[in-house]
């Protein structure tokens, strides 16, 4: 059956889609705050939010490339009305068959609001849940992917990673197929990650260790395809901490997205640490501490971290600046 998608879900498209789902989510589901983790702006190339209620994607499965828009349909309450993915490409029978898994599908919050954990959250991150009922944890098995953009954004800053990882997936990857927005691109394979010049790094502003780290993840896509479709347990983050230039914080950031790993924390990130601390203790702290506040949680901690991002809650902005460093110059 081929429903019609609302207008606030975004430009109609230009042509009929390749494949349909409409997918009921059995209950409270926002698109943009559980796909927008996986942005990086109103730029991205591969994941883009139009509306709080329309979201595009730009991937490639086994059978090829793959453009992806999730919006609603139908009738009922905004959060739980069904959820409408129309797809365009070779892989786009194949996508709407872990298109629900992209948006939250296999996440639930039941168990964790239902503990004496939750009931134990200050007021603020209850609140933020009250009003947030629809924030769920993305999973989309694309490992590689993920890594690329994590390696990327290790020790520089957003604005850093974010340019160097537009200028490489638009310059390696692939149109994206079908009605995508302005400067989608589907993102380059193993191969072509591999292949990539020592200058055009370079001119991204990538320094060497980086970009050997993204061709040692790259030399492992085979490996990294097979964890994408198996289980969050031990074994596969020992298996992101085998490669070289793959740490903790690198690994959290990458199953947050990949599994929707309820639990992972970023430790020694810029930011994180010092948030919960001035959240908790109402002054800076390290990671020692952060995970010392969190730990009543443990198990649920990233969902921890989430909501004290839905609450709004900022840390002093006094805090110093981390300034770009530029290689292409040297």
Do not use: N, Y
Request: hydrophobic share 40%; with cysteine; net charge positive.
């Amino acid at each position: 059956m081929t429903a019609t998608a609302p207008p606030s879900a975004g430009p109609r498209p230009a042509r009929p889609a390749d494949a349909e789902l409409v997918w009921d989510p059995a209950g409270a589901l926002h698109l943009g705050q559980t796909l927008g983790v996986l942005s990086r702006g109103t730029g991205d190339p591969l994941v883009r939010v139009t509306a709080p209620d329309c979201v595009w994607v730009a991937t490639r499965t086994a059978a090829g490339p793959v453009t992806a828009r999730f919006s609603r349909t139908g009738a009922g309450r905004p959060l739980q009305r069904p959820v409408l993915v129309r797809a365009w490409g070779p892989g786009a029978a194949e996508f709407l068959v872990e298109a629900p898994r992209w948006a939250g599908a296999e996440d639930s919050w039941t168990r964790f609001e239902a503990s004496e954990a939750f009931r134990a959250l200050p007021h603020r991150l209850a609140a933020a849940r009250h009003h947030h009922p629809g924030l769920r944890l993305p999973s989309t098995g694309r490992l590689l992917d993920r890594a690329v953009l994590s390696v990327l954004e290790q020790r520089v800053t957003v604005r850093e990673a974010v340019a160097a990882h537009r200028r490489l997936v638009r310059r390696h990857g692939e149109p994206a197929p079908g009605p995508a927005p302005e400067g989608m691109r589907i993102p380059p394979t193993a191969e072509a990650w591999r292949a990539v010049p020592s200058w055009e790094w370079h001119r991204a502003g990538v320094d060497g260790a980086r970009a050997a780290t993204v061709r040692r993840v790259a030399e492992r896509a085979a490996a990294l395809e097979r964890l994408g479709r198996g289980p969050l347990d031990a074994g596969l983050h020992r298996a992101l901490r085998s490669i070289p230039g793959l740490g903790p914080w690198t690994a959290a950031e990458i199953l947050q997205c990949t599994h929707g790993d309820p639990d992972a924390v970023s430790v020694f990130d810029f930011h994180l640490a010092d948030t919960v601390c001035w959240f908790f203790d109402r002054r800076p702290g390290d990671d020692r501490r952060m995970l010392e506040l969190l730990e009543p949680w443990r198990g649920d901690r990233q969902r921890v971290v989430r909501l004290l991002r839905a609450s709004g809650f900022r840390k002093p902005s006094f805090a110093p600046r981390l300034h770009p460093e530029d290689h292409r110059h040297r």
